[in-house]
């Protein structure tokens, strides 16, 4: 059974930094890609980064400006989305998602495994 949990979610003034965690089991990191995606009142799922085994860490999104990042443990099967710099339009639902073993902004969200999602709130 793939399970996802997502924590390090919480309140942040404007311009600080957050770490997200992404504790994935019930797969291998070789055959699934783990992406980061966030949902805001209002507004449709974003995807933001992914990581597939055969092309790294891809952007899912342009609107980033290079302020979010995603690493990976494989050791500890887990996956880090470290954000800086954060704004208030950044608050959100952050959501790990594991899915085929490529990066396509085109994926449909059912073609995804999914996390119960994080609060993250960035206050001005």
Not at 41 to 62: F, H, Q
Not at 75 to 91: C, F, G, I, R, S
Request: net charge negative; charged share 20%.
């Amino acid at each position: 059974e793939v399970r996802l949990v997502e924590s390090g979610g919480g309140l942040v003034q404007a311009g600080g930094s957050l770490r997200l965690s992404c504790a994935a089991s019930g797969f291998s990191h070789d055959d699934y890609t783990t992406a980061w995606f966030r949902q805001a009142p209002g507004k449709e799922r974003e995807g933001l980064l992914c990581i597939s085994p055969s092309d790294g860490v891809k952007l899912l999104t342009d609107s980033l400006e290079g302020r979010f990042t995603l690493s990976s443990d494989n050791a500890k099967h887990t996956v880090y989305l470290q954000m800086n710099d954060l704004k208030p339009e950044d608050t959100a639902v952050y959501y790990c998602a594991a899915g085929p073993p490529y990066c396509s902004r085109q994926l449909a969200p059912a073609a995804y495994y999914w996390g119960q999602g994080t609060q993250v709130t960035v206050s001005s």
